[in-house]
T-cell receptor, first 110, second 114 residues
Framework: GENVEQHPSTLSVQEGDSAVIKCTYSDSASNYFPWYKQELGKRPQLIIDIRSNVGEKKDQRIAVTLNKTAKHFSLHITETQPEDSAVYFCAANRDDKIIFGKGTRLHILP | DTGVSQNPRHKITKRGQNVTFRCDPISEHNRLYWYRQTLGQGPEFLTYFQNEAQLEKSRLLSDRFSAERPKGSFSTLEIQRTEQGDSAMYLC????????????FGAGTRLSVL
């Protein structure tokens, strides 16, 4: 089955700097890669997603890249702000089932 | 509120008791998923429904767990003879079959087994 690895588990960046979270997946048939943000005590919320026929997608300060050959995908957050502090999960979807990574706790330092 | 709704939000029970959780998906969504999330981990897939049909169950779903979606709308997840290891957040998500499998999550039910 699919396995999603996510790194780092914790990331601290200065406010205004960029943050990068990286994931790998194992099943080459996976074709949809969502990213979720989960604040403490809240539900996971979709922040951006990418399909396997696209290499990059951007939405304001957030971008995601996908390398199908290497089975890597990454989340990039630029100009980080305090409200970006949360746990971020990458995920891979195959056959209607989404497998999540273990999450990255992002701390934005003042 | 047109989002995914879960009840109760919190449940405290004694080991050995049965518990049941409810999930109301977004009204037009025909797919419904159950996940379990423990501290410091991502959501782990348990099972999912397309309309009333249960299409897949994870090996994590022991025979003490059962899920139903009798009319293809709301779903229930029952845990029988609860164990301390069942303590977790149980999340429900829903999506449409067509197009992207964008899953929208409920706020979850936090289960504590004493």
């Amino acid at each position: 089955g699919e396995n999603v690895e996510q790194h780092p588990s914790t990331l601290s960046v200065q406010e205004g700097d960029s943050a990068v979270i990286k994931c790998t997946y194992s099943d080459s048939a996976s074709n949809y890669f969502p990213w979720y943000k989960q604040e403490l005590g809240k539900r996971p919320q979709l922040i951006i997603d990418i399909r396997s026929n696209v290499g990059e997608k951007k939405d304001q300060r957030i971008a995601v890249t996908l390398n199908k050959t290497a089975k890597h995908f990454s989340l990039h957050i630029t100009e980080t702000q305090p409200e970006d502090s949360a746990v971020y999960f990458c995920a891979a979807n195959r056959d209607d089932k989404i497998i999540f990574g273990k999450g990255t706790r992002l701390h934005i330092l003042p | 509120d047109t989002g995914v709704s879960q009840n109760p939000r919190h449940k405290i029970t004694k080991r050995g008791q049965n518990v049941t959780f409810r999930c109301d998906p977004i009204s037009e969504h025909n797919r419904l998923y159950w996940y379990r999330q423990t501290l410091g981990q991502g959501p782990e897939f348990l099972t999912y429904f397309q309309n009333e049909a249960q299409l897949e169950k994870s090996r994590l779903l022991s025979d003490r767990f059962s899920a139903e979606r009798p009319k293809g709308s709301f779903s229930t997840l029952e845990i029988q003879r609860t164990e301390q290891g069942d303590s977790a957040m149980y999340l429900c998500a829903s999506s449409l079959t067509s197009g992207a499998n964008i899953q929208y999550f409920g706020a979850g039910t936090r289960l504590s087994v004493l």
